[in-house]
């Protein structure tokens, strides 16, 4: 990999002012809004970044094969921040990979940034995820073999940028880790080594980041300053921000909490219900 001094400007995208929701249609003979769990739809008028309509997915096979998502629907508005809550097995991670095309649905349409996924192939796939969708897994999936500099730069060579050296060590001082940056995976903690997975999502400045159960292998403190990292991210850069989690505290923090049971999706507003 070879250094640059060239830099960019980081991309602003432009956040939705307020994200009003969809009203219900009327039932014909009561008059009154059709009441459902699953109806979490938005103003169409509204500048959507993701929506999914009529999602099912199913895995296994015969009498193994179990129905993981059920007939979603979903809108979710340009710069919003929204949480996927809801006890494990609920379906929540396996949404999100519908959400950025690393799982396909057996049935309905995902549109993300203006794309159908489900009219692409793997490999445009790959390339519509590198331009516009940054992911954090709970797991970290640093590349082993390059230090905390490559593994952000990866992404930003990948999508040719002349500048790929120079951005990553910005990302990295940005997450502070100005003086790890030539440090292996192994050589560093597990806060930092996520981190570096934070800045890996966030150089390419897509327009959607999105971290499933990011904290999940970290104690509480370290944790807590990666979800800094996040919600700074989404603050200062205008991205829609997807997040995974069990936590109603954080939950609570996005602009929306969307609670997953048994593959079915409901809004919720108000207090939030521990799963």
């Known amino acids: 990999m070879s250094e640059t001094l060239q830099s960019a400007a980081p991309a602003i995208w432009s956040k939705a002012r307020h994200h009003p929701y969809e009203r219900a249609p009327l039932d014909p003979e009561r008059g009154e809004p059709v009441k459902s769990m699953n109806d979490i739809s938005r103003d ?3 500048a959507d970044v993701i929506a999914l309509r ?18 979603i629907d979903v809108n979710i508005g340009r710069g919003e921040a929204v949480s ?62 390059m230090t905390a500099l490559e593994n952000v730069a990866v992404p930003l060579e990948l999508a040719g940028a002349r500048d790929a050296i120079e951005r990553a060590r910005r990302e990295l001082a940005a997450v502070g880790l100005a003086a ?36 999940g292998n970290l104690d509480e ?39 997953m049971r048994s593959g079915w999706l409901e809004h919720r507003v108000g207090a939030i219900e521990t799963p």
């Not at 009529?54 to 007939?71: K, M, P, T």
């Open 221 to 259: 403190a370290t944790g807590s300053e990666v979800i800094e990292l996040l919600f700074r991210g989404h603050s200062e850069r205008g991205t829609t921000l997807v997040l995974v989690t069990h936590d109603t505290a954080l939950a609570a923090r996005c602009d929306r909490v969307l609670q």
């Open 180 to 215: 790890r940056i030539h440090h292996y995976p192994a050589e560093l903690s597990g806060g930092e080594q996520q981190r570096v997975a934070v800045a890996r999502a966030l150089a390419p400045n897509p327009a959607i980041v999105v971290a499933d159960e990011p904290t």
């Open 54 to 71: 009529g999602v099912n997915l199913s895995l296994g096979r015969g009498a193994a094969r179990v129905h993981i998502l059920r007939n």
């Open 44 to 46: 169409p008028s509204t």
């Open 84 to 145: 996927l809550l809801g006890p494990s097995g609920s379906g929540k991670s396996t949404l999100l990979m519908v959400m950025t095309g690393l799982e396909r649905p057996d049935s309905g349409s995902v549109m993300v940034a203006g794309e159908q996924l489900q009219d692409l192939d793997e490999d445009q796939l790959a390339r519509f995820r590198g331009r516009n969708v940054g992911i954090v897994f709970q797991a970290f999936h640093l590349i082993p073999t």
